[in-house]
């Protein structure tokens, strides 16, 4: 594994001159992205990079936990260069996650976009995307919070339910410094998409392999639905096919999609 002590500084020398050329490191921290939403509005921490050894209250979506033994993940929130129209927002996630898999596969990762907020490696999560926010009236800022699993601690599969991949069951070679260093190059080549929330979603519906199933659960149901994801829907909702022929738009809010 890489050291501990300022892992990061040789990444912020190669992205210098981009709008990603910050990076602050914490050895320990209670959750990257509640560090980066008490920066949000502040231009003086526009494109700032907070990557964390250790979270100590690490946050999955709907307040799920993300378990990370210290050193084996890339815990990184990227707060945004500026702010974005309020009504934009819900695509932030989707280009993140064009970034993610473009960084795996930069590192000779394959990867598949999972919708919300996953990329699944053989079938397995490797990696997760949170954002977070500060909206004024039609203006927004937006951090972006992402874990990648690249180091397999031992007991891996045994604390995590389902079973994760990471990285390095993939590419031996890989490290944090250079995952980090690709994310960041690409956030620089794609943030300005994000002022057209339906090329980021095409482009997404692209790579995620739509049209493709998928198994459903939605809140308050026992039992997982099989459908056909079709598309996203504005506002990030997933638009299905039943096997019966008839469509439905699935929000964020309301379901899980299984593995």
């Known amino acids: 594994m890489e050291p501990a002590e300022h892992p990061y500084e040789s990444v912020q020398r190669e992205l210098r001159g981009t709008a990603f050329a910050r990076i602050r490191y914490e050895r320990i921290t209670e959750s990257t992205n509640d560090d980066a939403a008490a920066l949000l509005g502040d231009s003086a921490f526009a494109g700032l990079s907070i990557v964390a050894e250790e979270q100590t209250k690490g946050a999955g979506r709907k307040g799920r936990s993300w378990i990370a033994t210290?050193?084996?993940?890339?815990?990184?929130?990227?707060?945004?260069?500026?702010?974005?129209?309020?009504?934009s927002v819900w695509i932030v996630p989707f280009g993140v996650a064009i970034c993610v898999r473009r960084a795996l596969r930069a590192n000779e990762i394959r990867s598949e976009l999972h919708w919300p907020n996953d990329l699944l490696a053989q079938g397995k999560k490797i990696?997760?995307?949170?954002?977070?926010?500060?909206?004024?009236?039609?203006?927004?800022?937006?951090?972006?919070?992402?874990?990648?699993?690249?180091?397999?601690?031992?007991?891996?599969?045994?604390?995590?339910?389902?079973?994760?991949?990471?990285?390095?069951?993939?590419?031996?070679?890989?490290?944090?410094?250079?995952?980090?260093?690709?994310?960041?190059?690409?956030?620089?080549?794609?943030?300005?998409?994000?002022?057209?929330?339906?090329?980021?979603?095409?482009?997404?519906?692209?790579?995620?392999?739509?049209?493709?199933?998928?198994?459903?659960?939605?809140?308050?149901?026992?039992?997982?639905?099989?459908?056909?994801?079709?598309?996203?829907?504005?506002?990030?909702?997933?638009?299905?096919?039943?096997?019966?022929?008839?469509?439905?738009?699935?929000?964020?809010?309301?379901?899980?999609?299984?593995?």
């Not at 210290?70 to 009504?87: D, E, I, N, R």
């Open 70 to 87: 210290p050193g084996s993940s890339l815990l990184v929130t990227t707060l945004a260069p500026g702010p974005m129209p309020a009504s």
């Open 127 to 259: 990696a997760g995307i949170l954002c977070v926010s500060r909206v004024i009236g039609e203006r927004a800022w937006v951090a972006a919070g992402v874990g990648i699993n690249v180091h397999r601690p031992p007991g891996a599969d045994e604390a995590i339910s389902p079973p994760p991949a990471f990285c390095d069951d993939l590419n031996p070679a890989i490290t944090r410094a250079a995952l980090l260093r690709d994310l960041l190059l690409n956030y620089d080549v794609w943030h300005q998409a994000l002022a057209t929330p339906q090329r980021i979603a095409r482009v997404w519906e692209r790579m995620a392999g739509l049209p493709k199933r998928y198994h459903i659960l939605k809140d308050g149901d026992t039992e997982p639905i099989d459908v056909t994801a079709m598309a996203l829907a504005n506002g990030g909702g997933l638009v299905v096919q039943h096997d019966d022929g008839r469509r439905e738009t699935i929000a964020l809010a309301d379901a899980r999609a299984l593995r």
